[in-house]
């Protein structure tokens, strides 16, 4: 069984800062998804990746198999990136495992 | 291209009542997962349904829950005798290809309350 951990748990910056999110995991797998939930609930897909790194916009998001950790990566944070950001994992034919997610609020 | 579409949004129940939540996916997708996120609690994967197949119901309560995906119209996620630790948001998602290896499309959800 798959674990996922998330941290920090909550993350407060201002405006304009460098975010760091961490997932980590237990179990070798074959995609990482990083979801993005906004406070009215819905929730978009950023990235899914299975090595190495992507990037759209001011958000990167890296993966290292090896150890078994990926981080999301926020450029020049704004108040609209305040979210719930959600690391998931897949085996490729099992369920996403999802972690409990990282609260961010970026004040202005 | 209509997104996923989730109804109803809210949906209000009292103890022992049936909720019904419809999922309609994205046009051209043909797999449809199904998840729960109770409050404080991180999202649990349900059911993963093909066209009037369920190819994964490993995360589906024993009893009371069901769901279907007919040849047409939307995916059903159905609750009989609702219970107040049912109360949580409900999430489908569709993809064109099946499981965690493709990227899943998420409806807005469905929040249910059972008082």
């Known amino acids: 069984k798959n674990e996922v951990e998330q941290s920090p748990q909550n993350l407060t910056a201002q405006e304009g800062e460098f975010i760091t999110i961490n997932c980590s995991y237990s179990?070798?797998?074959?995609?990482l998804h990083w979801l993005q939930q906004h406070p009215g609930g819905g929730i978009v897909s950023l990235f899914m990746?299975?090595?190495g790194k992507k990037k759209h916009g001011r958000l990167i998001a890296t993966i290292n198999i090896q150890e078994k950790h990926s981080s999301l990566h926020i450029t020049a944070s704004h108040p609209r990136d305040s979210a719930v950001y959600i690391c998931a994992v897949s085996l490729g034919n099992t369920p996403l495992v999802f972690g409990k997610g990282t609260r961010l609020s970026v004040i202005a | 291209n209509a997104g996923v579409m989730q109804n109803p949004r809210h949906l209000v129940r009292r103890r022992g009542q049936e909720a019904r939540l419809r999922c309609s996916p994205m046009?051209?997708?043909?797999?449809v997962y199904w998840y729960r996120q109770l409050p404080e609690e991180g999202l649990k994967f349900m059911v993963y349904?093909?066209?009037?197949?369920?190819?994964?119901e490993s995360g589906m309560p024993k009893e009371r829950f069901s769901a279907e995906f007919p040849k047409e119209g939307p995916s059903i996620l159905r609750i009989q005798q609702v219970v107040r630790g049912d109360s949580a948001a409900y999430f489908c998602?569709?993809?064109?290809?099946?499981?965690?290896?493709?990227?899943?499309?998420f409806g807005p959800g469905t929040r249910l309350t059972v008082l």
């Open positions: 349904l093909q066209k009037e197949n369920i190819i994964d």
């Open positions: 990746l299975s090595s």
């Open positions: 998602a569709s993809s064109p290809l099946g499981y965690g290896t493709d990227t899943q499309y």
């Open positions: 179990v070798g797998i074959s995609a």
């Open positions: 046009k051209g997708h043909s797999h």
